[in-house]
């Protein structure tokens, strides 16, 4: 059984699927956000991590696959109030999640997290190496475009409504890194993260293949 404390009700049009992933089956993941990183007044690096779901489009990540019964939508949102039982003490700021290339550390009085009441804003002061002074420069260029964070997922839900899945995202693990990136790539790493959604959840790879059942079935019904 890849899911504990698995439950499901219908509500409505919609139906909700809460599950909290086994011990085993925890990755690592990670999340962009596309608002660009600024160096305030006092010359350190501020942005904004990790965006919470506001109720409006723009706080979610949405993107669309092409799989065997079709194209299928998703839709994350990262919950209000996901992290507050995380210990964010030691987390690390890197540039583009490169371990070589670290910019603070809570835990070194070097980096600040902030929480809002719509996202999560880092505080970085700049000490004095390369790749800070060439981060800073960048940033303030405007060549440096996002920032991302990585993270373990914890209790989630998942919501069918028709042809698009919502995954909400309701607790969180742990994080181990927030800073500024060159690309805001979570565009690019959707395919992955929909292939994870599909593979690690049982409930959606039922759904779809029921789907799949039902419309081979009137195909064959009316030809």
């Not at 010359?43 to 109720?55: A, E, F, M, R």
């Not at 929480?115 to 981060?135: C, E, F, L, M, W």
């Amino acid at each position: 059984m890849p899911y504990a404390n698995e439950h499901a009700a219908r509500i409505h049009d919609y139906k909700y699927i809460e599950f909290e992933p086994a011990s085993g089956s925890r990755s690592v993941e990670r999340r962009d956000c596309i608002n660009p990183p600024e160096i305030d007044t006092q010359q350190n690096i501020v942005g904004k991590g990790i965006l919470y779901y506001d109720g409006t489009p723009k706080s979610e990540y949405s993107w669309n696959i092409n799989h065997l019964d079709g194209e299928i939508s998703f839709v994350e949102r990262i919950m209000p109030g996901a992290l507050k039982d995380v210990d964010l003490s030691d987390v690390v700021g890197l540039f583009n999640h490169d371990t070589n290339m670290i910019l603070g550390r809570v835990s070194a009085g070097s980096m600040k997290i902030d929480h809002q009441a719509d996202h999560v804003r880092y505080t970085i002061s700049p000490g004095n190496t390369t790749i800070a002074k060439d981060v800073s420069e960048w940033i303030k260029r405007k060549e440096v475009k996002g920032s991302s964070f990585s993270f373990i997922p914890g209790d989630q839900r998942i919501i069918e409504e028709k042809d698009k899945y919502i995954r909400e995202i309701l607790s969180i693990w742990n994080v181990y890194d927030i800073g500024p990136v060159t690309f805001p790539a979570y565009q690019n790493t959707t395919a992955e993260i929909s292939r994870m959604l599909i593979q690690d959840n049982s409930r959606i790879k039922t759904h779809l293949l029921r789907r799949a059942k039902l419309r081979l079935t009137l195909a064959q019904m009316y030809h």
